[in-house]
């Protein structure tokens, strides 16, 4: 396997879904990756080294998104939806008695997808992808003490919005069926 494919293997659904949280939509965010893979092909050997190849990777494909954002005259592509917001998350789904963690998490992820991108790459590469402070400064050409307030803020804006509107979920089977109830009892 080539130093290239290696690159790919190991880096490909990590970018994918930091480009999937940034502009929204699948098709944008696989051509952001694509995009990215391809300055890869052109530039990459002028990295002296070899071990900052990940944040080089989320360097780029950041850039991409904000030239594309740019040209496109606006930083969102469609909402977030069930679907795609699934697409962010690793694994293969919950338990039973996870089915309410789920729901939360799902109902983050849709809130974290209407977070301006100022506040959404950031959260997104410390939570989604596990980028230390320093790698998430160099990825955004920040300062770190920026990016250590922009995730604090996040953080803040998802949690008042958590408590302030609530899943649409139902929390119980008479939000799901009212009139089941008062079919049985009159």
């Known amino acids: 396997m080539s ?12 970018l994918y879904r930091f480009a999937l949280s940034l502009s929204r939509n699948a098709d944008t965010a696989s051509d952001l990756v694509q995009q990215t893979f391809c300055i890869w092909a052109q530039k990459g050997h002028q990295l002296q080294d070899r071990d900052k190849a990940k944040t080089w990777l989320f360097t780029t494909l950041h850039r991409e998104f904000l030239a594309h954002a740019r040209r496109s005259g606006r930083f969102t592509g469609e909402e977030l939806t069930e679907t795609t917001a699934g697409k962010l998350t690793t ?13 939360d998490g799902q109902r983050a992820l849709e809130l974290l997808g209407e977070l301006d991108e100022t506040f959404r790459a950031p959260l997104a590469l410390f939570y989604l992808q596990q980028h230390s402070y320093k790698e ?17 803020r996040a953080k ?3 949690r008042r919005r958590m408590n302030s509107e609530p899943s649409s979920a139902p929390k119980n089977i008479l939000q ?11």
């Open 3 to 14: 130093e290239f494919e290696q690159l790919v293997d190991a880096h490909y659904g990590a």
């Open 91 to 103: 694994g293969n789904g919950p338990d039973d008695d996870d089915a309410e963690r789920q729901m």
């Open 136 to 152: 998430i400064a160099d990825i955004l050409d920040v300062p770190i003490g920026t990016v250590m307030s922009r995730i604090s």
């Open 156 to 158: 803040e804006m998802l």
């Open 176 to 186: 799901l069926q009212p009139e089941a109830l008062r079919n049985h009892h009159g």
